[in-house]
């Protein structure tokens, strides 16, 4: 071997060792697959090459382009009415950021205001929503989330609503227990003696320092979040038709499996890789925000 | 201790009374389970005969009222009957119960017997290949969309390879070998996720213990690697996951309705599903009640173990 051949392959060496190091640093994959997710979400109409609800029983259970029989025009395949998961599965990723998005939002508003109220004010109050936690936690969830949605008919805003009382519960015992500890430090004593009042300590003084949790429970959430909302549409409690959510699609393609297995396998990988993405993340934050939280979670 | 216990106790049964109270009232918000009974082929039901039922059910009284006679019932150890087949609710729970159990405790087992020990491998080789191993198993299998996943081993092992059954539990009479089968692709699929979480928390935990100062001593005597992993470690770092296992199986008791959905599994997560369905409150309510009476007695269990285990809690009679 001569010299210009090893230390090119040195340098291959070394340039794949630079790639593994930032691969391991910062979480590149998710963010990539992340943005992916919001830029589909943002551009749908623009992106997709078909519309979500375009069917063409022609291109019924439509293989994907690779295989044999399969076109570009259905690049995934096509669904049992023949409309395009590609199109579908991009369209529905626009509906999985606005569930997630809004139902962790109202989680983490009622559940860090709860948490902070009962850190701070503790006795009777602090006992009262820790016990609300307790019950809240012992009802099942999928079931619970079935009955409402049978009692309220399907639909977007019931779902927002069941996923944000699944969101708060989190919120409460961590940022309690935060607030529990940040209490006693001296720089909240100090505000108390200065004569700040309740809802300014609270809020100036507690609120800050409770933030970094707040940001890692949120980013550890949401793929639990997209996870329960994929279920309750897959048992038919989720988002009606014809909105393209995602674990509908799983649930679409379910009776055809020796078929078209292509109908149920890619909008589940989708969610796969969204919901990974999202824990890698939050992971990642944890990791450099707050270690201790390792046992809380 | 005692009263700490005590106290945790009297929660526990006002919790189950209360998320009971809960799904109660919002089944009564899903219509009138009268209108279940009049189907549109038949020639419909007399005004009398409409009121006759209702005065029955107990439906023209109000809500709190109608909740403290089931409640009363249930105390007396009777739990109604079906709404549209009027069998003994109680009779139906026993018939399905056996299947959810067994295919809980499979569950259990595996993710136990593969998240412990794995999640002890991560941590003692941190960084190393079994570490990189670990953590995809585990961020693998808190991502998998468990109904997705049931479907997709369906795709592989029973459609593609025909190596094993799609789904329900299999006839009474086969073989164990034969039985077993039918448990090895819904156990794993629930199984999975558990696993995962036990992986994660023991790693954590082991970390923590393994980075103390009494570990270091053991090292500098001299003891053994095995044995300051598994004797002086890992003893020290079960709580987390010991905690964790109670609530895990709570959690596959309940928490099996898709599974049960995806794999036809004749057990209780699909009776309960089916009975918000047929609006039949009778099994709704006692399918809620069982639930929660189970997951408070799991925590509850979880406390005590808790407190004998950490003699902080047992001494000051309060979790830190």
Redesign the interface.
């Known amino acids: 071997m001569n010299d210009a051949r090893i230390t090119s392959n040195i340098s291959i060496v070394s340039y794949l060792a630079k790639i593994w190091w930032v691969l391991r640093k910062w979480p590149v994959i998710p963010i990539i697959i992340l943005l992916t997710l919001l830029i589909c979400s943002g551009f749908s109409e623009q992106i997709a090459p078909e519309s979500y609800r375009k069917t063409d029983l022609r291109l019924r259970n439509a293989p994907p382009f690779w295989m044999e029989g399969g076109s570009t025009k259905r690049i995934l395949g096509g669904d049992v009415v023949g409309r395009d998961i590609l199109s579908r599965l991009i369209h529905g990723a626009r509906i999985e950021l606005i569930v997630a998005g809004i139902s962790l939002l109202s989680g983490a508003i009622i559940g860090v205001t709860l948490g902070l109220i009962a850190g701070y004010m503790g006795g009777f109050i602090d006992e009262l929503t820790m016990?609300l936690v307790?019950?809240w936690?012992?009802?099942?969830f999928?079931?619970?989330a079935?009955?409402?949605t049978?009692?309220?008919e399907p639909s977007l805003q019931v779902v927002l609503v069941l996923l944000a009382i699944l969101a708060w519960s989190a919120f409460v015992r961590n940022i309690r227990a935060e607030v529990l500890a940040l209490k006693g430090r001296d720089y909240v004593s100090a505000a108390k003696i200065a004569g700040a009042s309740k809802v300014r300590i609270i809020l100036k003084h507690i609120l800050p320092g409770v933030f970094n949790t707040v940001m890692i429970i949120a980013s550890l959430r949401v793929?639990q979040l997209i996870?329960a909302e994929?279920?309750l549409s897959?048992?038919g409690a989720g988002i009606p038709a014809p909105t393209p959510a995602w674990?509908v699609m799983?649930?679409d393609?379910?009776n055809y499996?020796?078929n078209a297995?292509w109908v149920?396998?890619f909008?589940?990988?989708a969610?796969?890789l969204v919901?990974?993405s999202f824990?890698?993340i939050g992971d990642w934050l944890r990791d450099r925000l707050d270690p201790n939280l390792?046992?809380l979670l | 201790m005692r009263s700490y216990l005590l106290m945790r106790a009297v929660?526990a049964v006002?919790?189950?009374i209360?998320?009971t109270f809960?799904?109660f009232t919002?089944?009564r918000?899903?219509?009138d389970p009268r209108e279940m009974l009049i189907r549109p082929e038949g020639y419909g039901i007399s005004e009398e005969a409409y009121e006759a039922i209702g005065k029955k059910l107990g439906l023209d009284k109000p809500l709190v009222v109608q909740y403290g006679m089931w409640i009363g019932r249930v105390v007396r150890g009777d739990f109604g009957k079906t709404l549209l087949t009027q069998r003994p609710v109680i009779d139906l729970f026993l018939e399905k119960a056996p299947a959810t159990i067994k295919l809980s405790i499979t569950s259990w087992i595996l993710a136990t017997l593969i998240g412990v020990p794995l999640g002890v491998l991560s941590a003692v080789y941190r960084g190393g290949f079994i570490d990189y191993v670990g953590r995809t198993f585990a961020?693998?299998g808190?991502?998998?969309?468990?109904?997705?996943?049931g479907?997709?081993v369906?795709?592989i092992f029973s459609?593609l390879l025909n190596w094993l059954p799609s789904g329900t539990i299999g006839p009474e009479d086969a073989s164990f070998i034969e039985r077993a089968k039918y448990f090895v692709l819904p156990s794993i699929v629930l199984g999975w996720g558990g696993a995962a979480g036990y992986l994660r928390l023991t790693r954590?935990?082991m970390l923590?213990v393994l980075d103390s100062e009494f570990i270091r001593l053991a090292r500098a005597k001299g003891v053994s690697n095995s044995r300051v992993v598994w004797k002086h470690a890992f003893r020290n770092a079960l709580i987390?996951p010991l905690t964790f296992s109670a609530l895990l199986m709570a959690f596959f008791l309940?928490?099996q309705?898709?599974i049960e959905?995806?794999f036809s599994w004749p057990g209780l997560g699909r009776l309960?599903?089916e009975s918000?369905?047929e609006?039949d409150f009778n099994t709704?309510s006692t399918?809620?009640l069982f639930?929660?009476a189970l997951?408070?007695l799991t925590?509850f269990i979880a406390d005590v173990l808790y407190a004998t285990i950490d003699p902080r809690i047992r001494l000051t009679g309060h979790k830190e």
Request: charged letters at 5%; hydrophobic letters at 65%.
């Open positions: 016990r307790d019950i936690f012992s009802i099942p999928i079931l619970f079935l009955v409402v049978i009692a309220f793929g996870m994929a279920s897959f048992l674990g799983v649930a393609g379910r499996l020796d297995w149920s396998t909008p589940g990988f969610i796969l919901v990974m824990n890698f390792r046992q | 929660f006002v919790t189950v209360a998320a809960i799904v919002v089944s918000l899903t219509g961020l693998f808190q991502a998998t969309p468990a109904f997705w996943l479907i997709m369906i795709l459609v954590s935990a923590e987390p309940n928490g309705v898709v959905v995806v309960a599903t918000v369905f609006n709704l399918a809620v639930f929660a997951f408070s925590a």
